[in-house]
């Protein structure tokens, strides 16, 4: 299994962030896919969960209305479309997923928003 981050960066307060996970080593179709973040000194957290077909979405109440989460399963992506963004969204962001019974992730990406 591997999860690889990518579209991170600096953004100003109220701006707007896509993240993007590829997925590969598992029948991504099959799999529920969740992003979490972890901020400095602090323990990681779940931000959003999509079910295996996508039909399914659950959110943190702190980015609920603001963040929405996302796949397609033809391109094994899941996506994070992050708008109006707040100081405390800064963090690291992971894609992950539960296969055969262990938790993957990636390598995280960095979110800081500041001005």
């Known amino acids: 299994v591997q999860l690889v981050e990518s579209g991170g960066g600096l953004v100003q307060p109220g701006g707007s962030l896509r993240l993007s996970c590829a997925a590969s080593?598992?029948?991504?179709?099959?799999?529920?896919m969740n992003w979490y973040r972890q901020a400095p000194g602090k323990e990681r957290s779940l931000v959003a969960y999509?079910?295996?077909?996508?039909?399914?979405?659950r959110y943190n109440d702190s980015v609920k209305g603001r963040f929405t989460i996302s796949r397609d399963n033809a391109k094994n992506t899941v996506n994070l479309q992050m708008n109006s963004l707040k100081p405390e969204d800064t963090a690291v962001y992971y894609c992950?997923?539960?296969?055969?019974?262990?938790?993957?992730w990636g390598q995280g990406t960095q979110v800081t928003v500041s001005s």
């Open positions: 080593g598992f029948t991504f179709s099959n799999y529920n």
């Open positions: 999509i079910s295996s077909t996508g039909g399914s979405t």
């Open positions: 992950n997923v539960f296969v055969g019974f262990k938790n993957f």
